[in-house]
């Protein structure tokens, strides 16, 4: 089946500094992959996505390319904002596979201080 | 335009009761999929539904249901509650049928969800 492993976090940063949170996926179809990020009290919102190998999706500073190789799609922001304190998830989607339903990782809470 | 609209955003009941939540897509999508969110289990996906049909299930109890009208609103049913379904549901509407390569990524639109803890 369908499987997503994202580092664990917290993961405590300082404003300015670089983020690279790692996702790795395990999918039996050709996946889309997607980031999901979830500020306190709200849902999730889609950050970025992708849905082919080599693929770079970016937004708001942050970006993600897949790379089927390694079969890895891992976020990366280059200076982070304090207003980037979130959960971030990770998530695929089976394109070959009826339907909308993603697979999530479990989560990287990431921590920006001032 | 607006979001995708859950209702109630928080709410208590006892162990046995059943509770039910409401999810109102953005206009014109078509699909309604619900996530249950736990500190243990992560984000679980409960099932979706498309133009009235229940799609995709996951791997939950009977106890779980859902169902969706004419007009796009689902609405999902807990029943006989336990304290293990004290949970976060995250609603998602999207426009795509998905199941096709060339349809590109399904994207989802989540809600800001319904709180349920059960005493």
């Known amino acids: 089946g369908n499987s997503v492993t994202q580092m664990e976090g917290p993961v405590t940063l300082s404003e300015e500094a670089f983020l690279t949170i790692n996702c790795t996926y395990t999918?039996?179809?050709?996946?889309?992959l997607f980031w999901y990020v979830q500020y306190p009290g709200e849902g999730l919102q889609l950050l970025l996505k992708?849905?082919?190998?080599?693929d770079k999706g970016s937004n708001k500073g942050f970006e993600a390319t897949y790379r089927k190789e390694t079969t890895s799609f891992h976020l990366e922001k280059g200076s982070v904002q304090v207003s980037d304190s979130a959960v971030y998830f990770c998530?695929?989607?089976?394109?070959?596979?009826?339907?909308?339903?993603?697979?999530f990782g479990g989560g990287t809470r990431v921590l920006v201080k001032p | 335009k607006a979001g995708v609209t859950q209702t109630p955003r928080y709410l208590i009941k006892t162990r046995g009761q059943q509770v039910t939540l409401s999810c109102s897509p953005i206009?014109?999508?078509?699909?309604v999929s619900w996530y249950q969110q736990t500190p243990g289990q992560g984000l679980q996906f409960l099932f979706e539904?498309?133009?009235?049909?229940?799609?995709n299930k996951g791997n939950f109890p009977g106890r779980f249901s859902g169902r969706q009208f004419s007009n796009s609103r689902s609405e999902m049913n807990v029943s006989t509650l336990e304290l293990g379904d004290s949970a976060l549901y995250l609603c998602?509407?999207?426009?795509?049928?998905?199941?096709?390569?060339?349809?590109?990524?399904?994207?989802?639109?989540f809600g800001a969800g319904s709180r349920l803890t059960v005493l």
């Open positions: 998530a695929l989607s089976d394109k070959a596979a009826a339907g909308n339903k993603l697979t």
């Open positions: 539904y498309f133009s009235e049909t229940q799609r």
């Open positions: 206009s014109g999508h078509r699909s």
């Open positions: 992708a849905t082919k190998a080599d």
């Open positions: 999918a039996t179809g050709y996946p889309s």
């Open positions: 998602a509407s999207s426009t795509g049928t998905g199941g096709s390569l060339s349809s590109g990524a399904n994207v989802l639109t």
